[in-house]
């Protein structure tokens, strides 16, 4: 028995070892709807090499993407968090071209993960739970990317990936910068505007029903937003009329940032709902300017505390 034990966890520590470890890398070919229909919104799509990746987290595998420009190069890079919870929002063809397209067409590396138990994936998602070592496991993905500068890596996400950011955000210190769009960042709010929440969460949070606090304040950056990396400047934005998840969660969360003076820059987009649909380009521009200026030109952070004439 004891010999068992042991040999259960030398597996367990050679699991873990390989975390991140690419085991199949296969091209994802757009289909001509698809790039007819992105020809406008995401220019050069040409240009753009999109492969489906199965790695390891936590000793499971588990479905990612990986978009990069064809042209040789050392790109910076960013990791784009999906939104919604098991086939709903799952990443498809189509918004794998638009929206990690569109990063890749400002040259650089995207990477993204379906989160385990999702497009084949092995396990189960927990929504917030342990499917954060997804996101953080592609760290070491990208350094089996030839054309990826690991050195300058951001970090993106909107609406449940964007409560996936703010958890990478508490438990590592390697992004350069990081935007939310729609985020949630109070799961007891999202349960109080939103009932059916709470079956989602009860669904796929561990013991929910025992340990219900504790699973919604884990998944709550308002709650532990003094333990989100100060060293990486975040981006916030949330549209007015957003009814899927409260523009209130946002605010809520950037006062707590300014009082501890965390660098962030918080936009609320008059009437727009929770895609900012109403002003994409002004979304994608404002992420862009974050990304190339943190990211892609590692420019300094600024002074947080009250300075100037």
């Known amino acids: 028995m004891k010999k068992l034990l042991i040999l259960l966890f030398l597996i367990s520590i050679s699991s873990c070892a390989q975390d ?10 757009l289909s001509d709807s698809i790039t007819t229909r992105l020809e406008k919104s995401v220019p050069h799509l040409d240009a753009i090499q999109f492969s489906k990746i199965t790695y390891l987290s936590d000793g499971l595998q588990v479905t990612g993407y990986v978009v990069e420009p064809k042209k040789e190069g050392n790109y910076p890079c ?5 939104g919604g919870n098991r ?23 995207v990477v ?6 999702n497009d084949g994936g092995k396990g189960m ?4 739970g342990a499917e954060v070592n997804d996101v953080l496991n592609l ?3 990208l350094e089996q990317l030839p054309k990826a500068d690991t050195s300058r890596i951001g970090i993106e996400g909107g609406s449940r990936g964007g409560m996936m950011t703010y958890l990478s955000l508490k438990n590592s210190s390697r992004f350069k910068a990081a935007v939310v769009v729609a985020g949630m960042a109070d799961a007891h709010l999202s349960i109080k505007n939103r009932a059916e929440m709470e079956t989602v969460f009860a669904e796929l949070a561990p013991n929910y029903a025992s340990d219900k606090e504790n699973q919604l304040n884990q998944r709550s950056a308002v709650q532990w937003a003094d333990e989100i990396c100060k060293t990486t400047p975040l981006l916030i934005m949330h549209g007015s ?9 946002s605010l809520t969360l950037v006062n707590k ?3 501890y003076k965390h660098p962030t820059r918080f936009i609320l987009f008059e009437g727009a709902d929770h895609g900012i649909s109403e002003y994409r380009k002004d979304m994608f521009d404002a992420m862009k300017s974050h990304f190339d200026r943190y990211v892609r030109d590692e420019s300094p952070l600024t002074e947080m505390k009250p300075h100037g004439r």
């Open 20 to 29: 991140g470890k690419i085991i199949s890398k296969e091209p994802l070919i």
């Open 78 to 82: 960013i990791i784009a968090n999906r």
């Open 87 to 109: 086939e709903f929002g799952q990443w498809t063809p189509l918004s794998i071209a638009y929206f990690m397209g569109k990063m890749a067409s400002w040259d650089y590396v």
């Open 112 to 117: 993204a993960s379906q989160y385990r138990g």
């Open 125 to 128: 998602e927990q929504f917030g």
């Open 139 to 141: 760290l070491p993905v």
């Open 241 to 249: 009329a957003d009814w899927r998840v409260s523009p209130e969660e």
């Open 257 to 259: 940032l300014y009082e």
